[in-house]
């Protein structure tokens, strides 16, 4: 190997920590984000840039209601959105809790 090459294992201890692998985990998942004024989105996770803005596939917005209705929640079909990170409060990924703890390395980049 040449000065400068690098192993192409799939499974290095520097591939695991790198945060793209990292976020390529999160492909395709259902997450559920809460935003600022109070609404949630859920969707499949599609994209996050380098702002940390994330991008929804096949979102569903989530909102109180306020009115008497048989439902506290209102339900409205958006499609692919963003959301901005200024704007996010919570962020939940749905997987399995082995999932989720190794996942949690995100957070501590």
């Known amino acids: 190997m040449e000065h400068g090459e690098q192993s192409a294992t799939p499974e290095t201890e520097s591939s695991r920590s790198d945060p793209?692998?990292?976020?390529?985990?999160?492909l395709f998942?259902?997450?559920?984000?809460?935003?600022?004024?109070?609404?949630?989105?859920?969707?499949?996770?599609?994209?996050?840039d380098k702002?940390?803005?994330?991008?929804l596939q096949d979102a569903l917005e989530y909102r109180s209601t306020r009115r008497?209705?048989?439902?506290?929640?209102?339900q409205r079909c958006?499609?692919?959105?963003?959301?901005?990170?200024?704007?996010?409060?919570?962020?939940?990924?749905?997987?399995?809790?082995?999932?989720?703890l190794s996942l949690l390395s995100l957070q501590e980049s």
């Open 20 to 26: 793209v692998s990292q976020v390529k985990k999160l």
């Open 29 to 48: 998942r259902r997450i559920l984000i809460g935003i600022k004024d109070g609404r949630f989105f859920l969707g499949n996770f599609y994209c996050l």
């Open 51 to 55: 702002q940390g803005n994330i991008i």
């Open 68 to 74: 008497s209705s048989p439902s506290p929640m209102e």
């Open 78 to 100: 958006l499609g692919l959105i963003l959301i901005p990170s200024w704007c996010r409060t919570s962020c939940h990924v749905d997987c399995s809790i082995e999932e989720r």
